[in-house]
């Protein structure tokens, strides 16, 4: 298997050996199947890719993966016949979660269905990611990314993750919230161990590390409904209309910001240094230019969430391929994000690629993550510190990836800051 970084031009006949599990993440491990997704986009759009329960918690035997973007487009997009909250939109689980136990995840923004979707994602929205609140925290953030890279070259060494790439999302998401900024490392650690289980680095139990974040929240939510302030969770859970989300609504969408606010645009930093350390072309142009269409192409290129799933509520016909209700998709982002049919030169890593209709904030529809924004903000605001403060930053090993079936995430990357 190769990284995102490999071309695969030359590419055998069928690279797909019957039966492989691409939700394995042994596989994953060893980096995104980028000759394997090219074969199956251009020969098996729609792959059906088995699982065992004991890999996946799922009984019916498998899967179907969607490879192309114009069908993980399609389903993304659709206004009904798919559920991302019928078996959640995740694509593996322990072996050993039961249907009860994966069914709580219906709780979570991404695994919920209109009408609630549409309440909770409204509330949130307006409540948190309005352009008018990204804005209002930008300075602050710039101040942040030239702080965190000044104390990484004081280092003169060390793992970029835990650096530079996990620290701004961090401290966004206790700006943007509230949270005491002391605590965002209680939320890196649980956000990690909920991501982990398939990685044996990592002594973890998921279910523990969602507890005490579910716990967190509820306490803020409770003490900010008692002495109302003047910020954002007060106006998520203490005013007296429909606009504001009930306690446990609160606690399981801080359990999401938690992860999704933080491990995804982290494993995109972290992507994106890799990918200018082996492009140094693209990195001159970067520190000299600064294109606007930087981060867009990091998103593209890392696609942290390899995919998500939907579940067919009817019979439905994907790509020619007959889907029975009740089966799920997988949207393949991480292939359909290469897709020669829509992206020029594909696997060139182009910081300059216009337009770039990227799926790695989601296929659009009702899903697409509502945090875009901010993600491209502080993506923008950390590579804009390290080319001014870190421009001679080189790499000293090929970064470690997490054991992961369906996240292309990094756990370790050694550089020297220069």
């Given at each position: 298997?190769?990284?995102?970084?490999?071309?695969?031009?030359?590419?055998?006949?069928?690279?797909?050996?019957?039966?492989?599990?691409?939700?394995?993440?042994?596989?994953?491990?060893?980096?995104?199947?980028?000759?394997?997704?090219?074969?199956?986009?251009?020969?098996?759009?729609?792959?059906?890719?088995?699982?065992?329960?004991?890999?996946?918690?799922?009984?019916?035997?498998?899967?179907?993966?969607?490879?192309?973007?114009?069908?993980?487009?399609?389903?993304?997009?659709?206004?009904?016949?798919?559920?991302?909250?019928?078996?959640?939109?995740?694509?593996?689980?322990?072996?050993?979660?039961?249907?009860?136990?994966?069914?709580?995840?219906?709780?979570?923004?991404?695994?919920?269905?209109?009408?609630?979707?549409?309440?909770?994602?409204?509330?949130?929205?307006?409540g948190?990611?309005?352009?008018?609140?990204?804005?209002?925290?930008?300075?602050?953030?710039?101040?942040?990314?030239?702080?965190?890279?000044?104390e990484?070259?004081?280092?003169?060494?060390?793992?970029?993750?835990?650096?530079?790439?996990?620290?701004?999302?961090?401290?966004?998401?206790?700006?943007?919230?509230?949270?005491?900024?002391?605590?965002?490392?209680?939320?890196?650690?649980?956000?990690?161990?909920?991501m982990?289980?398939?990685?044996?680095d990592?002594?973890?139990d998921?279910a523990?590390?969602a507890?005490?974040?579910?716990?967190?929240?509820?306490?803020?939510?409770?003490?900010?409904?008692?002495?109302?302030?003047?910020?954002?969770?007060?106006?998520?859970?203490?005013?007296?209309?429909d606009e504001?989300?009930?306690?446990?609504?609160?606690?399981?969408f801080?359990?999401?910001?938690?992860?999704?606010?933080n491990?995804?645009?982290?494993?995109?930093?972290?992507?994106?240094?890799?990918?200018?350390?082996?492009?140094?072309?693209?990195?001159?142009?970067?520190?000299?230019?600064?294109?606007a269409t930087?981060?867009?192409?990091?998103?593209?290129?890392?696609?942290?969430?390899?995919?998500?799933?939907?579940?067919?509520?009817?019979?439905?016909?994907?790509?020619?391929?007959?889907?029975k209700?009740?089966?799920?998709?997988?949207?393949?982002?991480?292939?359909?994000?290469?897709?020669?049919?829509?992206?020029?030169?594909p696997?060139?890593?182009?910081?300059?690629?216009?337009?770039?209709?990227?799926?790695?904030?989601?296929?659009?529809?009702?899903?697409?993550?509502?945090?875009?924004?901010?993600?491209?903000?502080?993506?923008?605001?950390?590579?804009?510190?390290?080319?001014?403060?870190?421009?001679?930053?080189?790499?000293?090993?090929?970064?470690?990836?997490?054991?992961?079936?369906?996240?292309?995430?990094?756990?370790?990357?050694?550089?020297?800051?220069?």
């Amino acid at each position: 298997m190769t990284d995102t970084v490999s071309n695969p031009t030359d590419v055998p006949r069928c690279p797909v050996a019957h039966g492989t599990d691409f939700t394995d993440p042994d596989l994953i491990q060893g980096g995104v199947p980028m000759p394997e997704f090219a074969w199956l986009r251009q020969n098996r759009p729609l792959y059906w890719n088995p699982q065992t329960k004991e890999d996946s918690s799922f009984e019916d035997g498998g899967i179907w993966l969607a490879t192309r973007w114009e069908d993980v487009k399609e389903i993304s997009s659709a206004r009904e016949g798919w559920s991302s909250e019928e078996n959640t939109a995740i694509v593996k689980f322990e072996g050993h979660l039961g249907k009860d136990e994966r069914d709580i995840q219906r709780n979570m923004l991404i695994n919920m269905d209109d009408p609630h979707h549409s309440k909770v994602r409204g509330i949130v929205a307006r409540g948190v990611f309005t352009p008018r609140g990204v804005a209002k925290i930008e300075d602050s953030l710039r101040e942040r990314a030239i702080r965190i890279v000044t104390e990484a070259k004081a280092k003169g060494q060390g793992n970029f993750v835990d650096d530079v790439a996990c620290e701004l999302p961090l401290q966004a998401l206790a700006d943007l919230m509230g949270f005491p900024q002391e605590d965002r490392r209680k939320i890196f650690d649980w956000s990690n161990q909920m991501m982990a289980y398939d990685d044996p680095d990592f002594d973890v139990d998921p279910a523990v590390a969602a507890a005490e974040i579910l716990g967190y929240a509820a306490t803020i939510g409770e003490e900010r409904r008692a002495n109302p302030a003047d910020d954002i969770i007060t106006k998520l859970v203490a005013a007296s209309s429909d606009e504001t989300l009930s306690s446990e609504e609160f606690a399981w969408f801080i359990l999401v910001l938690a992860v999704a606010g933080n491990e995804t645009t982290r494993n995109a930093i972290s992507h994106g240094m890799h990918a200018f350390m082996q492009n140094p072309d693209q990195w001159e142009l970067y520190k000299a230019e600064r294109p606007a269409t930087t981060a867009d192409e990091i998103v593209r290129w890392a696609t942290p969430v390899v995919m998500f799933q939907r579940t067919a509520l009817a019979d439905a016909v994907v790509g020619g391929q007959e889907i029975k209700a009740g089966q799920r998709v997988g949207l393949v982002y991480s292939s359909a994000n290469f897709d020669e049919t829509v992206f020029e030169d594909p696997h060139r890593f182009d910081i300059t690629r216009d337009p770039n209709p990227h799926v790695g904030f989601g296929g659009g529809g009702a899903h697409y993550c509502v945090g875009a924004n901010l993600a491209k903000v502080e993506i923008n605001l950390m590579f804009n510190a390290i080319a001014d403060h870190l421009p001679d930053i080189t790499q000293l090993a090929e970064p470690s990836r997490l054991r992961s079936g369906w996240l292309n995430a990094l756990k370790g990357y050694e550089v020297s800051y220069g």
